[in-house]
């Protein structure tokens, strides 16, 4: 399924579906089958604004282009359900808390230790985005099983000497803070700028380099999608949508809050992320 159909709630509430189906047509109970969560097919459209909305492009050819991704390597990264528990709650005591969730905790390791490998200037700016399900912050609220694309990518800044010289923490509560503030006024901002001036996705308008992108989510019930072959053994993506610094995140298979992250970066750089201490010392290899 191509992005512009639908964000990642979308494919994996559709492809839960598809399981639902195949496992109930299995056990011959299609007749009492009731869908757990059905996609919502009917479009959202925002008030004032018809169901047709012009593009300010005359040619195609103005919009669309391929990305030429560079050499990347790719790697994933485990990380145990109690190493996660154990992170999450020395984060939460340093900073004297108990706000800091276990996916923010573990977003500030791969951003630090990201940015760590790549050597960057101090005085350089580096950020992290994330992406956040929209649905529930829309006002009036979308349905969990709203089919399309409903989600922001989250955006955490600082300089590459503040994101290093501080802790953990100080990282975890910049997540902390840019989620806090996605408000449903913040989703309501976003849509009118850009219904005001429409512009296509593109990787390299949308992502500044030496950042750190992260996608999917540890939420999707990924290895709960079964076709008569039985659970799983690993998750896999596809080369698409790949850049240096973009992070894909997974359920591990052990469940229990278990993590896994797909790692995208320049070779050297991922070279240097393996010597990392303080990541390797969390990784369960």
């Not at 992005?3 to 509430?13: K, L, P, R």
Request: some cysteine.
């Amino acid at each position: 399924m191509n992005h512009a159909m639908g964000d990642g709630t979308s494919f994996w509430n559709f492809f839960s579906t598809l399981s639902e189906i195949f496992q109930a047509q299995e056990s011959n109970k299609t007749n009492n089958l009731c869908l757990k969560n059905p996609p919502v097919l009917k479009r959202y459209i925002p008030h004032g604004y018809g169901p047709l909305l012009s593009l300010p492009y005359s040619h195609p050819d103005e919009f669309i282009r391929t990305y030429e991704s560079p050499v990347l390597k790719e790697r994933i990264f485990c990380f145990s359900s109690n190493t996660i528990r154990l992170l999450k709650g020395k984060i939460n005591q340093t900073c004297g808390t108990t706000s800091i969730s276990s996916f923010q905790s573990l977003t500030a390791v791969i951003w630090r230790s990201i940015t760590r490998a790549r050597r960057l200037p101090m005085d350089q700016e580096t950020s992290c985005r994330f992406a956040a399900d929209n649905r529930a912050r829309m006002c009036p609220p979308l349905p969990s099983g709203y089919f399309g694309n409903c989600f922001s990518a989250l955006r955490a800044a600082a300089k590459v000497g503040e994101l290093l010289e501080n802790d953990l923490g100080w990282a975890a509560l910049k997540m902390n803070q840019a989620v806090a503030e996605h408000t449903s006024e913040k989703v309501t901002q976003m849509i009118d700028q850009w219904l005001k001036s429409p512009f296509i996705y593109h990787i390299d308008r949308f992502f500044e380099p030496m950042s750190v992108m992260i996608g999917s989510s540890p939420r999707f019930n990924k290895y709960g999608c079964e076709f008569g072959m039985g659970k799983a053994l690993v998750l896999r993506s596809g080369y698409a949508h790949k850049f240096d610094g973009k992070v894909s995140a997974y359920p591990g298979r052990e469940g229990g809050g278990s993590i896994d992250l797909e790692v995208c970066l320049l070779p050297e750089f991922m070279e240097a992320l393996e010597s990392d201490e303080e990541f390797a010392s969390l990784v369960s290899f």
